[in-house]
């Protein structure tokens, strides 16, 4: 057994000292020795969130099915760990050999939301790896980040050596191959990234310069090495049939936020919502056979044990054999103990069926995400949800015995008025409406209805990326105004109100359409002592304030403007597929309160044809 | 019928707590095909007691839990399954039927534990007649400890739960090992730092640190002043 990398002492004194272990269930073990290429995949958070996320799962099977390669994952120590580890000096380690990072080949980040961006630095610097790519020397780690934030990386643009923009099942091939031989021939860390740039997908932002206009905007964005590209295409699987599947995903002792098989059914997203970024950068749609679905299904479990499965996708009622699917698992799971944990489905009769089968009526709720309380708002952001069809949606389920809906709202959104922030509180009025028209004997006592609300955020390429935000301020008042509303309803004790904090929105915002610039705002808040920015009881606004002042950082020209049609974005270099002419084109749309089709009703154009797959070929 | 699972846990698996340990077990219980029975009602839970939490930091040579199983299973055969799929730390040792009655259950005859203590010396050496200071140690009219728990701290007399304590065969003049037997179960549970801090304290020597090993649990089928400890192993029989 390997000698761990913390003393028994520092391992006592710690909560959870299984974090920083590894030895679980499906970790690979290789004899370092016979291996040519060491690579850490890390997730910059606490080890139970990033233990759930299976985008790590699906890289480390793929990184450890080649013999010369040996992944391994790290992630943030806790804010216990971390000041020990400063005060002691211990190098950041990696959970299967817990060796030291530094002296890996590879430290693979992946960037899965905006708020770990103190964390990044944290890994680096308790990794002993130094912060910026320029500073990094023959020995140390290639810093490769992934994920959906890359689709603006400009903000981390400077810690890392090469972004992969897209999906990672594509090229990691090809920039291992690359490695080796340039291992072989001898190159210089510089030569290799050189000639990683020759890679598709492949983004090495040293070899890049921006350049910006007067007024802040930017002016320029261009290489400055003669053979990298101007524009980096994603990477995209056509057919995810082809794509391997982690069915031997590692099971974490301590429980995981996702301590269940999770079975990725679908990629992309058929509906076009404008705010959504999900929905265009994993354009075109894919879903992956049913037959193939089942057998992994019954690997998965049977390889973990797990007593949970759930379906990952981005909209799981859009996928073609959903029902074959979840009746399958229904018969596979009988009689084991073994739960199916639900996607959020569109309520009708065949969902409600399976949920009697497998849910507690009782316990479990009705999901929907209306996203907006008025049937105009709800144009304009495209959501083909219809008052009509959540109204006798929920009027079946409480004809079926249910008695708890949860509704999901945004606000913030482009064009939103007061009236349309009151009308979330009318849709929850209607709702509890709907229940207290049942007779009151065939009634299950009251009926629960949770609104909740987050703040609407612009992501690059989405229609809305045009959008300006608002201030803090405005925010928490436009939950007032919903709070309110709330109160003034006929059923308001069965409605429940629950809104998100507006400081975290407004840096997000900030971060998501950053550019290089912003850089220097997130080292001076990580040097204040920001760190795990994402848990609310540690995001310390006053000092991400301080260091925006100190850095010259100006939130409002980052959240504020109204970009024009002409604005170059930091983010234009990268080529999702989708046209930046069709995201504009939607922005109008959204203007104009005009819906657009969804991908299997009409094809609307968007770009996403070239990559030959997928949804775009149905028919 | 029902079943006891013997196992160990070493090296960094004392790091996984009770409670994960479970959780474990559970997963393991499917992936290597054990025929478990479970709980009826809409949310049903594997029939699985363990008899006694094991605390982190501490391996043991001796931990146990009963199972019920729905049809029999040949004890290699499981012993083979579980084995196969489990984690460096975590060894399946025995895996044997035992009496179906409830109050035969690990949990209820739980009487003793035993377990050996490995305390490294501080500055000066352990150079000193162990064995008679354990004897005078042991011939203290009481032997009183402040109990430590996560609601109230008492002093209390541990005289009559230590069953047994000698000088390990490990004992060298850097480390002094411990070999004692102490009352365990839902009666009167010792744990072996208590004993382990009040001998020092008895001696008054520093330790730089303890390593606990449990190396068996017991059932007493003597009575309660002629103790007669058997291990919980040895009250079944291999399923053939």
Same mark, same amino acid.
């Given at each position: 057994? !390997?000698?761990?990398?913390?003393?028994?002492?520092?391992?006592?004194?710690?909560?959870?000292?299984?974090?920083?272990?590894?030895?679980?269930?499906?970790?690979?073990?290789?004899?370092?020795?016979?291996?040519?290429?060491?690579?850490?995949?890390?997730?910059?958070?606490?080890?139970?969130?990033?233990?759930?996320?299976?985008?790590?799962?699906?890289?480390?099977?793929?990184?450890?099915?080649?013999?010369?390669?040996?992944?391994?994952?790290?992630?943030?120590?806790?804010?216990?760990?971390?000041?020990?580890?400063?005060?002691?000096?211990?190098?950041?380690?990696?959970?299967?050999?817990?060796?030291?990072?530094?002296?890996?080949?590879?430290?693979?980040?992946?960037?899965?939301?905006?708020?770990?961006?103190?964390?990044?630095?944290?890994?680096?610097?308790?990794?002993?790896? *130094?912060?910026?790519?320029?500073? #990094?020397?023959?020995?140390?780690?290639?810093?490769?980040?992934?994920?959906?934030?890359?689709?603006?990386?400009?903000?981390?643009?400077?810690?890392?050596?090469?972004?992969?923009?897209?999906?990672?099942?594509?090229?990691?091939?090809?920039?291992?191959?690359?490695?080796?031989?340039?291992?072989?021939?001898?190159?210089?860390?510089?030569?290799?990234?050189?000639?990683?740039?020759?890679?598709?997908?492949?983004?090495?932002?040293?070899?890049?310069?921006?350049?910006?206009?007067?007024?802040?905007?930017?002016?320029?964005?261009? *290489?400055?090495?003669?053979?990298?590209?101007?524009?980096?295409?994603?990477?995209?699987?056509?057919?995810?049939?082809?794509?391997?599947?982690?069915?031997?995903?590692?099971?974490?002792?301590?429980?995981?936020?996702?301590?269940?098989?999770?079975?990725?059914?679908?990629?992309?997203?058929?509906?076009?919502?404008?705010?959504?970024?999900?929905?265009?950068?994993?354009?075109?749609?894919?879903?992956?056979?049913?037959?193939?679905?089942?057998?992994?299904?019954?690997?998965?479990?049977? !390889?973990?044990?797990?007593?949970?499965?759930?379906?990952?996708?981005?909209?799981?009622?859009?996928?073609?054999?959903?029902?074959?699917?979840?009746?399958?698992?229904?018969?596979?799971?009988?009689?084991?103990?073994? !739960?199916?944990?639900?996607?959020?489905?569109?309520?009708?009769?065949?969902?409600?069926?399976?949920?009697?089968?497998?849910?507690?009526?009782?316990?479990?709720?009705?999901?929907?995400?209306?996203?907006?309380?008025?049937?105009?708002?709800?144009?304009?952001?495209?959501?083909?949800?219809?008052?009509?069809?959540?109204?006798?949606?929920?009027?079946?389920?409480?004809?079926?015995?249910?008695?708890?809906?949860?509704?999901?709202?945004?606000?913030?959104?482009?064009?939103?008025?007061?009236?349309?922030?009151?009308?979330?509180?009318?849709?929850?009025?209607?709702?509890?409406?709907?229940?207290?028209?049942?007779?009151?004997?065939?009634?299950?006592?009251?009926?629960?209805?949770?609104?909740?609300?987050?703040?609407?955020?612009?992501?690059?390429?989405?229609?809305?990326?045009?959008? *300006?935000?608002?201030?803090?301020?405005?925010?928490?008042? #436009?939950?007032?105004?919903?709070?309110?509303?709330?109160?003034?309803?006929?059923?308001?004790?069965?409605?429940?109100?629950?809104?998100?904090?507006?400081?975290?929105?407004?840096?997000?915002?900030?971060?998501?359409?950053?550019?290089?610039?912003?850089?220097?705002?997130?080292?001076?808040?990580?040097?204040?002592?920001?760190?795990?920015?994402?848990?609310?009881?540690?995001?310390?606004?006053?000092?991400?304030?301080?260091?925006?002042?100190?850095?010259?950082?100006?939130?409002?020209?980052?959240?504020?403007?109204?970009?024009?049609?002409?604005?170059?974005?930091?983010?234009?270099?990268?080529?999702?597929?989708?046209?930046?002419?069709?995201?504009?084109?939607?922005?109008?749309?959204?203007?104009?309160?005009?819906?657009? *089709?969804?991908?299997?009703?009409?094809?609307?154009?968007?770009?996403?044809?070239?990559?030959?797959?997928?949804?775009?070929?149905?028919? | 019928?029902?079943?006891?699972?013997?196992?160990?846990?070493?090296?960094?698996?004392?790091?996984?707590?009770?409670?994960?340990?479970?959780?474990?077990?559970?997963?393991?219980?499917?992936?290597?095909?054990?025929?478990?029975?479970?709980?009826?009602?809409?949310?049903?839970?594997?029939?699985?007691?363990?008899?006694?939490?094991?605390?982190?930091?501490?391996?043991?040579?001796?931990?146990?839990?009963?199972?019920?199983?729905?049809?029999?299973?040949?004890?290699?055969?499981?012993?083979?399954?579980?084995?196969?799929?489990?984690?460096?730390?975590?060894?399946?040792?025995?895996?044997?039927?035992?009496?179906?009655?409830?109050?035969?259950?690990?949990?209820?005859?739980?009487?003793?534990?035993?377990?050996?203590?490995?305390?490294?010396?501080?500055?000066?050496?352990?150079?000193?007649?162990?064995?008679?200071?354990?004897?005078?140690?042991?011939?203290?009219?009481?032997?009183?400890?402040?109990?430590?728990?996560?609601?109230?701290?008492?002093?209390?007399?541990?005289?009559?739960?230590?069953?047994?304590?000698?000088?390990?065969?490990?004992?060298?003049?850097?480390?002094?090992?411990?070999?004692?037997?102490?009352?365990?179960?839902?009666?009167?549970?010792?744990?072996?730092?208590?004993?382990?801090?009040?001998?020092?304290?008895?001696?008054?020597?520093?330790?730089?640190?303890?390593?606990?090993?449990?190396?068996?649990?017991?059932?007493?089928?003597?009575?309660?002043?002629?103790?007669?400890?058997?291990?919980?192993?040895?009250?079944?029989?291999?399923?053939?």
């Amino acid at each position: 057994m !390997n000698q761990l990398a913390l003393s028994d002492e520092i391992l006592m004194g710690v909560e959870k000292p299984a974090r920083y272990i590894g030895n679980e269930i499906n970790a690979v073990k290789k004899n370092a020795d016979e291996i040519a290429v060491r690579f850490c995949l890390c997730f910059p958070d606490v080890y139970e969130i990033g233990m759930s996320h299976m985008g790590i799962q699906i890289l480390y099977d793929i990184l450890n099915q080649r013999d010369d390669v040996w992944c391994e994952r790290a992630y943030s120590p806790w804010l216990d760990l971390d000041k020990v580890m400063r005060e002691k000096k211990i190098p950041l380690f990696a959970l299967e050999s817990q060796a030291p990072i530094r002296a890996f080949d590879f430290l693979g980040i992946t960037l899965q939301y905006e708020m770990c961006y103190t964390n990044i630095l944290q890994i680096l610097e308790l990794g002993q790896i *130094p912060r910026y790519s320029l500073q #990094r020397g023959e020995e140390d780690p290639i810093v490769i980040g992934g994920g959906p934030c890359v689709y603006n990386p400009e903000p981390l643009a400077e810690f890392f050596d090469i972004f992969y923009i897209g999906e990672g099942e594509v090229m990691l091939d090809a920039l291992l191959d690359a490695y080796r031989e340039s291992k072989t021939k001898g190159y210089c860390r510089r030569a290799f990234l050189e000639l990683a740039t020759t890679i598709p997908g492949l983004y090495v932002p040293m070899f890049y310069d921006a350049t910006y206009f007067e007024d802040g905007t930017l002016a320029d964005f261009k *290489p400055n090495l003669s053979h990298a590209p101007k524009t980096i295409k994603k990477q995209v699987i056509p057919d995810l049939a082809t794509a391997p599947y982690p069915l031997n995903p590692i099971v974490p002792f301590i429980k995981a936020t996702q301590d269940r098989v999770v079975l990725e059914i679908q990629r992309g997203c058929i509906r076009g919502c404008r705010f959504c970024q999900a929905g265009m950068v994993y354009r075109p749609t894919r879903g992956r056979p049913v037959e193939q679905l089942k057998r992994f299904a019954r690997d998965m479990l049977k !390889n973990t044990g797990h007593e949970e499965i759930s379906l990952s996708s981005l909209s799981s009622s859009d996928y073609p054999q959903l029902q074959a699917l979840i009746y399958d698992l229904i018969d596979a799971c009988k009689g084991k103990g073994i !739960n199916i944990s639900l996607p959020s489905l569109r309520i009708d009769t065949f969902s409600l069926d399976v949920m009697s089968k497998v849910q507690d009526r009782r316990k479990s709720s009705l999901t929907f995400a209306p996203e907006a309380g008025s049937q105009r708002l709800r144009n304009v952001v495209n959501k083909g949800l219809t008052e009509e069809m959540i109204l006798s949606g929920v009027g079946q389920a409480f004809a079926g015995g249910w008695t708890k809906v949860k509704l999901y709202f945004m606000l913030g959104l482009p064009t939103e008025t007061d009236a349309d922030m009151e009308e979330i509180a009318h849709l929850a009025e209607k709702i509890a409406k709907c229940y207290y028209e049942i007779p009151k004997e065939e009634r299950i006592g009251k009926c629960q209805i949770t609104i909740s609300t987050s703040f609407f955020i612009p992501k690059p390429f989405t229609p809305f990326q045009w959008s *300006p935000m608002f201030h803090n301020q405005e925010y928490i008042r #436009r939950a007032q105004v919903v709070k309110n509303e709330v109160q003034a309803q006929l059923n308001r004790k069965s409605i429940k109100y629950n809104w998100h904090e507006a400081d975290l929105t407004v840096l997000e915002g900030l971060m998501a359409r950053g550019d290089r610039r912003v850089s220097k705002l997130i080292i001076a808040a990580y040097e204040k002592g920001c760190l795990f920015d994402s848990w609310s009881e540690y995001f310390q606004f006053d000092l991400w304030q301080e260091a925006m002042e100190e850095t010259n950082i100006d939130l409002d020209f980052y959240t504020m403007r109204t970009r024009e049609k002409e604005e170059r974005f930091p983010w234009d270099f990268i080529d999702i597929g989708v046209d930046k002419s069709y995201l504009w084109q939607e922005w109008q749309q959204a203007q104009d309160t005009l819906l657009t *089709p969804n991908c299997r009703e009409q094809c609307s154009a968007c770009g996403a044809t070239c990559f030959g797959g997928g949804v775009c070929f149905e028919s | 019928m029902k079943v006891r699972v013997k196992f160990k846990k070493e090296g960094s698996m004392r790091f996984i707590g009770h409670l994960d340990v479970m959780r474990f077990f559970q997963k393991m219980m499917r992936r290597a095909d054990i025929p478990i029975a479970f709980s009826s009602g809409f949310s049903p839970h594997m029939i699985m007691s363990f008899a006694s939490p094991l605390g982190i930091g501490l391996t043991s040579a001796g931990e146990y839990f009963d199972i019920e199983i729905t049809e029999p299973i040949p004890s290699q055969k499981a012993l083979q399954q579980m084995n196969d799929t489990t984690v460096d730390g975590i060894a399946i040792v025995s895996f044997i039927e035992i009496s179906p009655e409830k109050k035969w259950t690990g949990m209820s005859i739980l009487a003793g534990a035993s377990y050996r203590v490995t305390i490294l010396a501080k500055e000066d050496t352990w150079e000193m007649d162990i064995s008679s200071m354990l004897a005078a140690f042991l011939a203290q009219p009481e032997i009183v400890v402040l109990k430590k728990t996560k609601r109230s701290e008492e002093m209390v007399n541990i005289k009559s739960s230590i069953y047994e304590i000698k000088q390990g065969m490990d004992s060298n003049s850097s480390q002094l090992v411990l070999d004692m037997t102490l009352s365990a179960g839902s009666r009167e549970n010792l744990k072996p730092h208590l004993v382990a801090e009040a001998f020092l304290t008895f001696i008054d020597k520093k330790a730089s640190n303890f390593f606990y090993h449990r190396t068996e649990m017991y059932a007493n089928v003597g009575s309660d002043d002629a103790k007669e400890l058997v291990s919980l192993e040895s009250l079944g029989r291999e399923i053939i």
